[in-house]
Nanobody, 124 residues
């Protein structure tokens, strides 16, 4: 089993920045692609950003392109999401996810492992 733990969420004013981290531990499943999703109560869980096993391929939702940057450090078993120019509509619970493939996916159903989520709140 692979465990994922998010951290770095919090309350920030509009226009501010946050960096989320996702730590991976447990049974080694290599290679694995990873992604960030976010969820607002009453809505679907939305894809935010993804990254391939090597980090050479990154993917972004149109709503965050140019503002968010995903990266990973496989030596440290960490994935990051640097969020800048935050907007109130970015408020959500952010989840990291992993799938045992080289390449990522925008589809939440294709991810096998999930963290518990971290709350990001952006005030106007």
């Amino acid at each position: 089993q692979v465990q994922l733990v998010e951290s770095g969420g919090g309350l920030v004013q509009a226009g501010g920045s946050l960096r989320l981290s996702c730590a991976t531990s447990g049974r080694a499943v290599n290679p694995y692609a990873m992604a960030w999703f976010r969820h607002i109560p009453g809505k679907e869980r939305d894809f935010v950003s993804g990254i391939s096993w090597s980090g050479g391929e990154t993917y972004y939702a149109d709503s965050v392109k140019g503002r968010f940057t995903v990266s990973r450090d496989n030596a440290k078993n960490l994935m990051y999401l640097q969020m800048t120019s935050l907007k109130p509509e970015d408020t959500a619970v952010y989840y990291c996810a992993a799938r045992p493939y080289v390449s990522g996916s925008h589809d939440a159903h294709e991810y096998e492992f999930w963290g518990q989520g971290t709350q990001v709140t952006v005030s106007s």
